[in-house]
């Protein structure tokens, strides 16, 4: 079964607070997984943040929709527990309680109309919506990343060759591979075909070397490429490489890292644009959001 989304889970997150004790966040959360039926890995799958899974974060909102209209409380951070009116609506046996709902209570009523204002202010949002406003942001950053990588390794691919090289040096760097730019840049040796061969350091101190090989290619690398790779590793006598190509490797070629000795990184065009934005090579920030939440131990009297 999928992860339901917040409105589904509200019938059954109230069921759970019916009998007016106080409820933890992981005591809600493993109850309504059992109830769905959700596995562990649905359980764990997080948002594209990665700061949050979503089903907490489902069952979050949930939650923040039943306080606004009165229907759950929380007398401390991380506590919930029904209220008389939530009580109220259980007895009136709902087949479900959604949004529209919701919006008999006029607390309800106030905080939709409030969120639907900001909402017209901006173009192209959606009020009604079975995603959590996180889950807007976060596979709205995700489809913003995936568009710039796309961008990101068109634009490598046009690069003529001594660029290719520079990148892949800088991007060594920015991970920490080389030691300095002066080592790294005598490491790397030139070819006139797009490609590069080289060793570097591991780290600043060198304890030990990398050889590296990329390829700028439109084809597939398939197990033949590799196992040169792996010749080369063995004539250096380095006992770990990266393969970096602006493509991608056949099914067979990543069987073969797995079954030789010498350790071998494949890095296909897209895991090269992700690491190429994730340590801001070719890329410049535009803006930035943070999000934030109320601090419930800040407003605790105790």
Not at 259 to 279: F, R
Request: proline fraction near 4%; aromatic fraction near 6%; glycine fraction near 8%.
């Amino acid at each position: 079964m999928a992860i339901p989304d917040f409105q589904t889970l509200m019938l059954p997150l109230l069921h759970h607070l019916a009998d007016g004790t106080e409820k933890s966040n992981q005591e809600t959360v493993d109850a309504l997984a059992k109830e769905f039926v959700l596995t562990e890995a649905e359980v764990a799958q997080l948002l594209p943040s990665g700061q949050q899974t979503v089903f907490r974060n489902r069952i979050a909102w949930a939650k923040s929709h039943f306080k606004s209209a009165g229907l759950v409380e929380s007398p401390r951070r991380g506590i919930y527990r029904v209220t008389d009116r939530g009580r109220e609506v259980l007895k009136q046996n709902p087949d479900r309680i959604d949004l529209k709902f919701l919006d008999k209570f006029p607390e309800h009523r106030e905080f939709r109309s409030s969120s639907r204002k900001k909402e017209n202010d901006s173009p192209n949002v959606a009020v009604e919506t079975e995603m959590t406003p996180e889950e807007h942001i976060a596979f709205g950053h995700q489809q913003i990343r995936d568009e710039l990588a796309i961008d990101l390794l068109r634009r490598v691919k046009e690069c003529p060759p001594e660029f290719f090289e520079r990148l892949v040096i800088e991007l060594l760097l920015a991970m920490g591979y080389g030691g300095s730019r002066l080592d790294a840049g005598k490491a790397v040796g030139h070819s006139g075909d797009g490609g590069l061969d080289g060793i570097i350091k591991e780290d600043r101190l060198g304890l030990d070397t990398i050889y590296v090989q990329a390829k700028r290619w439109d084809g597939v690398v398939g197990r033949p490429e590799i196992q040169k790779f792996a010749g080369a590793l063995q004539g250096q006598r380095a006992r770990k490489g990266i393969f970096i190509t602006t493509s991608s490797f056949t099914k067979e070629a990543k069987e073969f890292t797995g079954a030789i000795e010498n350790k071998i990184i494949l890095v296909d065009g897209e895991e090269l644009a992700t690491l190429m934005i994730d340590h801001n090579i070719g890329v410049t920030q535009v803006s930035s959001h943070t999000v934030k939440r109320v601090d419930s131990d800040y407003f605790s009297q105790e």
